[in-house]
């Protein structure tokens, strides 16, 4: 099992829709969570951190953490197509004192006009 | 506020040759971090310096790989003799330190050949 595993899409959606991205963990007591955002050939750009049970909302992202499910996810509301992008989840591990964040593979998030 | 640079942003070298790679994290960030990403894969941890010292380098593939951080300001990946599954794009990050999110730099995308 990954530590940290997401669907790998494409997930594809219309504009102006939702748009929701998924993401589990294995490491129960891991602490934060953090939602990057990276276009083909550029560096991964972070867009949301969440650290504690529910909702954190910020302009059109919404993190959600379930930490009794082991589940982290992002919501976009009015999707654009420069949304178009690779989304991806890092988790830093509960045992984890140095700050080194494990990654899924992403999830490539394609918004048709 | 200057972002993290990375150099070269591409390189191809012959299998057996030596290449080495140079991070400039953000100033003020003690904790720099080198990551790397192979074709399909995730994103995976190499190392994590704070200021000149090596926090924790348990994911270096092996001893072909040498990091540095002299003076605790840029950091370099020396790769020697370089094997054609070292190929990939590598990233370097920087941090104020925990719970904070990384800034990472655009990356070097690596091609042995």
Same mark, same amino acid.
């Given at each position: #099992?990954?530590?940290?595993?997401?669907?790998?899409?494409?997930?594809?959606?219309?504009?102006?829709?939702?748009? =929701?991205?998924?993401?589990?963990?294995?490491?129960?007591?891991? #602490?934060?969570?953090?939602?990057?955002? #990276?276009? =083909?050939?550029?560096?991964?750009?972070?867009?949301?951190?969440?650290?504690?049970?529910?909702?954190?909302?910020?302009?059109?992202?919404?993190?959600?953490?379930?930490?009794?499910?082991?589940?982290?996810?992002?919501?976009?509301?009015?999707?654009?197509?420069?949304? =178009?992008?690779?989304?991806?989840?890092?988790?830093?591990?509960?045992?984890?004192?140095?700050?080194?964040?494990?990654?899924?593979?992403?999830?490539?998030?394609?918004?048709?006009? | 506020?200057?972002?993290?640079?990375?150099?070269?942003?591409?390189?191809?070298?012959?299998?057996?040759?030596?290449?080495?790679? $140079?991070?400039?994290?953000?100033?003020?960030?003690?904790?720099?971090?080198?990551?790397?990403?192979?074709?399909?894969?995730?994103?995976?941890?190499?190392?994590?310096?704070?200021?000149?010292?090596?926090?924790? *380098?348990?994911?270096?593939?092996?001893? $072909?790989?040498?990091? *540095?951080?002299? !003076?605790?300001?840029?950091?370099?990946?020396?790769?020697?003799?370089? *094997?054609?599954?070292?190929?990939?794009?590598?990233?370097?990050?920087?941090?104020?330190?925990?719970?904070? !999110?990384?800034?990472?730099?655009?990356?070097?995308?690596?091609?042995?050949?």
């Amino acid at each position: #099992q990954k530590e940290v595993e997401q669907n790998s899409g494409p997930l594809s959606v219309p504009e102006g829709a939702i748009a =929701s991205l998924n993401c589990t963990y294995s490491d129960r007591v891991s #602490q934060s969570f953090f939602w990057y955002r #990276q276009y =083909s050939g550029k560096s991964p750009e972070l867009i949301m951190s969440i650290y504690s049970n529910g909702d954190k909302e910020d302009g059109r992202f919404t993190a959600q953490l379930n930490k009794a499910s082991q589940y982290v996810s992002l919501l976009i509301r009015d999707s654009q197509p420069s949304d =178009s992008a690779t989304y991806l989840c890092a988790v830093l591990l509960g045992s984890s004192n140095t700050g080194k964040l494990i990654f899924g593979q992403g999830t490539t998030l394609q918004v048709k006009p | 506020e200057a972002g993290v640079t990375q150099f070269p942003s591409h390189s191809v070298i012959e299998k057996g040759q030596t290449v080495t790679l $140079r991070c400039d994290p953000i100033s003020g960030h003690d904790n720099l971090y080198w990551y790397r990403r192979v074709m399909g894969k995730e994103i995976k941890f190499l190392l994590h310096f704070v200021k000149e010292s090596k926090q924790d *380098e348990s994911g270096m593939p092996n001893n $072909r790989f040498l990091a *540095e951080r002299t !003076g605790g300001t840029y950091s370099t990946l020396k790769v020697q003799p370089a *094997e054609l599954e070292d190929s990939g794009v590598y990233f370097c990050a920087s941090s104020q330190g925990l719970p904070y !999110g990384y800034t990472f730099g655009s990356g070097t995308r690596l091609t042995v050949v």
